[in-house]
């Protein structure tokens, strides 16, 4: 009897541990999320790490935006998207915004002076931010008067903590406790 709840005890803090290592590796795949927004041409900007949007009068924005778009009527399209000081941007031409990952970071030649090219669908941008945060701005597609465009935090994998599941601690500690309360019974003995 004693050695089947030994086992059992085994089992189950096994199971536990397994479970909090498959938590583990998929806290560590997931990503930040992706989130859409629309801006009009060359009134209104972006702060990256809240998502405000910002109004800017005769293209002076607050400290805070990032970027903004400018209307540039002898390209098509016409949008550019010109950094605000002190953000810096790497433009990836013809890369697509679900291919960026962290890791192209060390590639990319970023630069503080506004990148006059025309933003198109299959372009994507990255900023560095005033706080050091690096964002991928891309899937842009633009109306008359607005520019709509995807954008993501670009975080390595290691800064995603793991966090296991309630139900995974107690499963262990249950395992840990079945183990300590044979081995005292054993003792006791």
Known sequence: MKKNLLILATAIFAIGLITMADTAFFSLAQATP??????????????????????????????????????????????????????????????????????????????????????????????????????KVGNAMENDYFVTFDYQQLVPEQQLPPVPEPATILLVGTGIAVIAGARFRRNKK
């Open 34 to 135: 992706i989130v859409t927004a629309s801006l009009p041409f060359e009134n209104e900007g972006i702060d990256l790490e809240t998502g405000n949007i910002e109004f800017g009068f005769l293209g002076t924005f607050p400290e805070a935006v990032d970027f903004h778009f400018g209307y540039h009527a002898l390209t098509t399209p016409h949008a550019i998207l010109l950094q605000e000081f002190p953000a810096e941007v790497a433009l990836m031409d013809e890369v697509s915004f679900s291919s960026v990952t962290f890791d192209d970071i060390a590639t990319l030649s970023f630069t503080s002076f506004s990148i006059i090219e025309p933003f198109e669908n299959d372009d994507t941008m990255v900023v560095l931010t005033a706080l050091g945060n690096y964002f």
